[in-house]
């Protein structure tokens, strides 16, 4: 699949304003896979808990788009949105405490990046529980994009400051 080839969803009407970042290295590799998100090693961040909540979230963007591309029911992507936002707060939550616990540094600024992404999950689960029956195609390169991205930069950036401290 080439970069920004996402299955147009009819009627979705104009894409959202969303956070313009670079285009993640794994766009350029992925292939005629189902999977949007490949996961690879440039992807890790060196803190085995994170790796393992990051394929979860990995996989169930993945699961989005599937149910997306496969004419899923209103439900069935209502679920996985539930349950994107539910693994959203966890993960997130931990990441913050983790950051609190060992004073780093730029919190802030990563629980910022987090708050953008909760929101858009949020509108999005909002949506469909008031009828909405489709992922319009920004929002769903707006997640894709963030989670890359945030994985690659600032988790990253943590995953070096709490290696750093000795965890
Ligand atoms: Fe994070
Ligand atoms: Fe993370």
Known sequence: MQAGSLVWIPGAG???DFPSRPYSMCAAQESGAMAIIEWNSTLSVNI????????KLVDMIN????????SNANEVLGEIINDLARYTTTHFADEEQIMATYQYPDIAAHKAEH???SQQVRKLELEF???QTIVPLGVM???KNWLVSHIQVCDKKLGIYLKEKGL
Do not use: T
């Open 115 to 117: 708050m953008e992404f």
């Open 63 to 70: 699961k989005l788009h599937e149910g997306i591309r496969a």
């Open 129 to 131: 529980r008031a009828g």
């Open 141 to 143: 390169i707006f997640l």
């Open 14 to 16: 104009q894409i959202p």
């Open 48 to 55: 085995q808990q994170f790796d393992r909540q990051h394929m």
